[in-house]
T-cell receptor, first 116, second 113 residues
Framework: DAGVIQSPRHEVTEMGQEVTLRCKPISGHNSLFWYRQTMMRGLELLIYFNNNVPIDDSGMPEDRFSAKMPNASFSTLKIQPSEPRDSAVYFCASSSGLAGGPDTQYFGPGTRLTVL | GDSVTQMEGPVTLSEEAFLTINCTYTATGYPSLFWYVQYPGEGLQLLLK?????DKGSNKGFEATYRKETTSFHLEKGSVQVSDSAVYFCALSESTGGFKTIFGAGTRLFVKA
């Protein structure tokens, strides 16, 4: 299995531009998580989906952030408009999310976002 | 709510030294406990896990025992190598949390040759 795939690996954009990050989870996994990692704030859970349905988006910083999961094999995280403080590494992770219990999360390599 | 507290880093050790990274947790139910490792430029990956009290997780020479009485899950390794230099995250997950995993702040380990 190829593991969790994220694209792009690096993104440099200017303040005010729209940014779209993409994630393909491991086939057969039914839970998907978006995280943000910075030196100051560490690893933060932004949103997670179970069976393509958003379960908890309380970590999404503000309305500029949105996430979708149109099918079991694809998810996007969009920032519009982007700001310099959004600069971070964004990770996508997936798990098999066995009903009734927790499970190991498998992380992608991350997207390093720089907003100038 | 649930939380994980782990020792602050960085931790700097010489090769072949003994490693302990402390981790304690608070949880409302009966969580599973994890240690993840993050190597430079990569995402987190599972190092080991334990799903119930007194279970011991182990992998690559690392061990951690689920201690319910002390709500702890300390990571240990008897002899570290330079290649163990990374950031280590303690984490918990329980079904009452809806499959969410709560991560600690991470502890950076440097191992000198």
């Amino acid at each position: 299995d190829a593991g969790v795939i994220q694209s792009p690996r690096h993104e440099v954009t200017e303040m005010g531009q729209e940014v779209t990050l993409r994630c393909k989870p491991i086939s057969g996994h039914n839970s998907l998580f978006w995280y943000r990692q910075t030196m100051m704030r560490g690893l933060e859970l932004l949103i997670y989906f179970n069976n393509n349905v958003p379960i908890d988006d309380s970590g999404m910083p503000e309305d500029r952030f949105s996430a979708k999961m149109p099918n079991a094999s694809f998810s996007t995280l969009k920032i519009q408009p982007s700001e310099p403080r959004d600069s971070a590494v964004y990770f996508c992770a997936s798990s098999s999310g066995l009903a009734g219990g927790p499970d190991t999360q498998y992380f992608g390599p991350g997207t390093r976002l720089t907003v100038l | 709510g649930d939380s994980v507290t782990q020792m602050e880093g960085p931790v700097t050790l010489s090769e072949e030294a003994f490693l302990t990274i402390n981790c304690t947790y608070t949880a409302t139910g009966y969580p599973s406990l994890f240690w993840y490792v993050q190597y430079p430029g990569e995402g987190l990956q599972l190092l080991l896990k334990a799903t119930k009290a007194d279970d011991k997780g182990s992998n690559k020479g690392f061990e951690a025992t689920y201690r319910k009485e002390t709500t702890s899950f300390h990571l240990e390794k008897g002899s570290v190598q330079v290649s163990d230099s990374a950031v280590y995250f303690c984490a918990l997950s329980e079904s009452t949390g809806g499959f969410k995993t709560i991560f600690g702040a991470g502890t950076r380990l440097f191992v000198k040759a």
